[in-house]
Structures are given as structure tokens and as C-alpha cells.
């Protein structure tokens, strides 16, 4: 069993950062993908970031591009999602999850992860 544990949201104004954390339990394996995706209400949930923990390779979504770095620390199995520039649109549940057999060739696609986190609120506002 996987469990994923997000933490760092909160409620910043526009134009500020936020770095969330996505702790992932220890189930024997560095063989995955950790991806982070955002729920706006009223929309699909959508990738915006993953990486491989095994490889040196990552996917940042064009809307988060430039704004938006996720790295990981594997000796803490930890993912980070360092977000800066944040706009209005950026608010939404945020929630971290693992595909199993995305670590040498990433998805932004929620449907190929298994395992979820509950999920943590941004929201930007003035």
C-alpha cells in the first residue's frame, strides 16, 4: 500500500510563492513517478507537474512553465512543487500521486496513478 501525505498549501497573494511537499510511504521501490495535479471547482483535474524518481527527467505543464519547479529528495522519499509567480488561476486543490510504471517515461494524465494524496487547498487572492 502507497500513501502520500501533502503538506505547504495555504493562502498567498498574487505574484507570491508557495512550495508544497509530497511525503511518499516506503514500499520497497524507487521504480515510480511522482506527479502533482490541480482541481479548480468546476474544472477536470489537470497535470501540472511529475518526475521520475529513478531517472533525471521531469514534465512541467506549459501554464506552470517558468513559474513552477518540482524536485524530489529520495533519501526523504519527498517530492517539492516550489511555485512562484502565483496568479488567480492557480488556485485550486492541489493533490500529489503515484504511477507505478511512469518512472522512465512520464504522464501528465491523472488516470495513470494509482495512488493519491487527499489533496491540499491553494488559493490566491488579494
Known amino acids: 500500500q502507497v500513501q502520500l501525505v501533502e503538506s505547504g498549501g495555504g493562502l498567498v497573494q498574487p505574484g507570491g510563492s508557495l512550495t508544497l511537499s509530497c511525503a511518499v510511504s516506503?514500499?520497497?521501490?524507487?521504480?515510480?513517478?511522482v506527479g502533482w495535479f490541480r482541481q479548480a471547482p468546476g474544472k477536470e483535474r489537470e497535470g501540472v507537474a511529475c518526475l521520475s524518481m529513478l531517472e533525471a527527467i521531469s514534465y512541467h505543464a506549459d501554464s506552470v512553465k517558468g513559474r513552477f519547479t518540482i524536485s524530489k529528495d529520495n533519501a526523504k522519499r519527498t517530492v517539492y512543487m516550489q511555485m512562484g509567480s502565483l496568479k488567480p488561476e492557480d488556485t485550486g486543490v492541489y493533490f500529489c500521486a503515484v504511477d507505478l510504471s511512469g518512472w522512465a517515461r512520464l504522464s501528465p494524465l491523472p488516470k495513470e496513478y494509482k495512488y493519491w494524496g487527499q489533496g491540499i487547498q491553494v488559493t490566491v487572492s488579494s
Open positions: 516506503d514500499f520497497g521501490s524507487d521504480y515510480y513517478a
